[in-house]
């Protein structure tokens, strides 16, 4: 019978030629994935470069702002923490709602003939068009809602600017955490200096509190500020506060 002969040196000759062509070819695939990932780029992009520069934080605080109006904080303070004008941020705000403001800003401009209603935030260009329609006799483009709002008319515990006998008076009720209202407040700040004799604004607080829950205490600063500080600071410190972030 014929043996069968084994070729051991061959078979591991050929084994290990096998396994050295597996290794070889991971290595391979392992260089290549670390490669991917890791070769610089042919621009390569610095990380000053990357990094656009930091803007400065001008926000202040409420204090600060109070004491960059020259008021003595330490009144203002008080004023605040004894509620001394909780009564009139919230008559402000049951106005609102008994006219039928659900949301702010909203606005009425009043005429002689007439009472708009302006439900959110117009920009500037909207609002001049507005006031330079009512100021030609054009009928502007919005409600007539004269014959069914129930608005408290102007009063003297509120906060105006302009001439009393101005031809157009706009009440704006607002929220002073509401990114809308600091957006409609900005635009009207603008275009009064340009209407110094025929527009007449009048502010009233409408905090919403489920949204906003540090707003009505803002309001309620805004309120002693102007008590002890006088109208001017009053309108100053709501411009100051509208433009913080």
């Known amino acids: 019978m014929e043996k069968h002969t084994t070729h051991w040196p061959s078979f591991w000759h050929g084994f290990i030629v096998?396994?050295?062509?597996?290794?070889?070819?991971?290595l391979g695939l392992t260089v290549t994935d670390h490669l991917s990932f890791d070769a610089p780029q042919k621009n390569p992009v610095t990380t000053a470069q990357k990094t656009s520069p930091e803007k400065k934080d001008t926000t202040q605080s409420t204090e600060e702002i109070i004491t960059?109006?020259?008021?003595?904080?330490?009144?203002?303070?008080?004023?605040?923490?004894?509620?001394?004008?909780?009564?009139?941020?919230?008559?402000?705000?049951?106005?609102?709602?008994?006219?039928?403001?659900?949301?702010?800003?909203?606005?009425?401009v009043l005429t002689n003939h007439a009472i708009?209603?302006?439900?959110g935030a117009y920009d500037e260009k909207g609002m001049r068009?507005?006031?330079?329609?009512?100021?030609?006799?054009k009928n502007p483009k919005a409600k007539d809602i004269s014959a069914t709002t129930?608005?408290?008319p102007i009063a003297?515990?509120?906060?105006?600017?302009g001439k009393d006998d101005a031809r157009i008076t706009v009440i704006m009720y607002s929220d002073m955490d509401c990114p809308y209202c600091k957006k409609f407040h900005t635009s009207i700040s603008h275009i009064m200096p340009d209407y110094p004799d025929t527009i007449r604004?009048?502010?009233?607080?409408?905090?919403?509190d489920e949204s906003h829950p540090h707003a009505r205490e803002k309001a309620e600063t805004a309120e002693c500020v102007g008590a002890i500080g006088g109208k001017d600071k009053f309108w100053e410190f709501l411009d100051l506060?509208?433009?913080q972030k």
């Open 18 to 26: 096998a396994l050295a062509v597996i290794l070889f070819g991971l």
């Open 68 to 108: 960059s109006l020259g008021l003595d904080v330490e009144k203002i303070r008080t004023c605040v923490s004894e509620k001394t004008y909780a009564d009139k941020v919230q008559s402000d705000s049951d106005s609102g709602t008994k006219a039928g403001v659900k949301g702010t800003p909203h606005s009425f």
């Open 116 to 119: 708009y209603e302006i439900p």
């Open 129 to 137: 068009t507005f006031f330079d329609d009512l100021l030609a006799g």
């Open 150 to 152: 129930e608005l408290t």
């Open 156 to 161: 003297d515990n509120d906060w105006t600017s």
């Open 201 to 208: 604004w009048a502010f009233r607080h409408m905090p919403i």
């Open 241 to 243: 506060m509208y433009a």
